[in-house]
């Protein structure tokens, strides 16, 4: 079961901006921070943004002031606003969030591509 669905990514020509988004199923009934991670070939799965449940804020500095995490809690979203992408962006792009389905975890997406040309 996916229980995390993500969209938004795609092929960006560098000083352009992307939307991703991710919302969590209803089988995750309980949500607190949520996020996105990225990774490119060769690299490890690195954090870029995460937000709380109320809306605390934190971001790698590789993208502060270029990217801006949100999160609607009514409708289990979370969204990554991306500008001034830079071809060092390109990575496949993880949702993840810590809920509640019956058991506390971490829950992933999976992944979506961005690719960003010079």
């Known amino acids: 079961q996916v229980q995390l669905v993500e969209s938004g990514g795609g092929l960006v020509q560098a000083g352009g901006s992307l939307r991703l988004s991710c919302t969590a199923s209803?089988?995750?009934?309980?949500?607190?921070?949520m996020g996105w991670f990225r990774q490119a070939p060769g690299n490890q799965r690195d954090l870029v943004a995460r937000?709380?449940?109320?809306?605390?804020?934190n971001y790698a500095d590789s993208v502060k002031g270029r990217f801006t995490i949100s999160r609607d809690n009514a409708h289990n979203t979370v969204l990554l606003q991306m500008n001034s992408l830079k071809p060092e962006d390109t990575a496949v792009y993880y949702c993840?969030?810590?809920?509640?389905?019956?058991?506390?975890?971490?829950?992933w997406g999976q992944g979506t591509q961005v690719t960003v040309s010079s």
């Open positions: 993840y969030a810590d809920g509640f389905d019956g058991n506390w975890g971490q829950f």
């Open positions: 209803k089988s995750i009934f309980r949500l607190n921070a």
């Open positions: 937000i709380t449940k109320g809306g605390i804020t």
